[in-house]
């Protein structure tokens, strides 16, 4: 039985983003350095997430406007956690733009579903780790072209790495004041 892991940690804002940036010792006890489906508690309130690499070893949890009104925590609050590494990832929030192309392509829906969810995790993080709309949109095309073909994974993709453009900027995710 996977052990669970303790942390306190403070609410950041990055931009219009909150997230939890976990201490470096609960991000060591995690068992990869990338992507990591956990089951957490997060001030007294339970929920299956993926903590995110930050692209220098460590991690950190996304909150969303439904996690945040669940806490009710707004950026620079202390929240007490604990995490527990899980083989169960929950499904990734598909965005609109490779949504409407998976549905296009019904002949890839076969493989998208006996792919994993961290498998999915992938596709849609490679497809949203650029701020480019021209490279978005060939990633988008590329994805449908490699389930075409069977492939169930994007090739060459660091997955230690902070991917999200709107929080990260050279594979790192930014640093916050304080």
Excluded: Y
């Amino acid at each position: 039985m996977p052990m669970s892991i303790p942390f306190d940690a403070t609410v950041q804002q990055i931009g219009d983003r909150l997230i939890i940036t976990l201490p470096d010792e609960a991000s060591r006890a995690l068992p990869s350095r990338g992507q990591v489906a956990v089951d957490a508690v997060v001030a007294g309130h339970e929920f299956r997430t993926v903590v995110e690499p930050d692209g220098r070893k460590g991690h950190w949890i996304s909150v969303d406007d439904g996690l945040r009104e669940t806490l009710g925590v707004a950026a620079g609050d202390e929240v007490v956690g604990e995490l527990t590494p899980t083989k169960a990832w929950p499904e990734p929030e598909v965005p609109e733009d490779l949504g409407t192309a998976l549905a296009g392509a019904p002949d890839v829906g076969d493989v998208w579903e006996d792919i994993t969810p961290m498998a999915r995790w992938e596709w849609v993080r490679w497809v949203g780790a650029t701020r480019n709309p021209e490279t978005r949109e060939r990633r988008v095309e590329v994805t449908v072209d490699k389930l075409r073909s069977g492939k169930r994974r994007p090739c060459c993709f660091d997955l230690s790495s902070c991917t999200d453009p709107e929080l990260s900027r050279s594979g790192k995710l930014v640093q916050t004041a304080g």
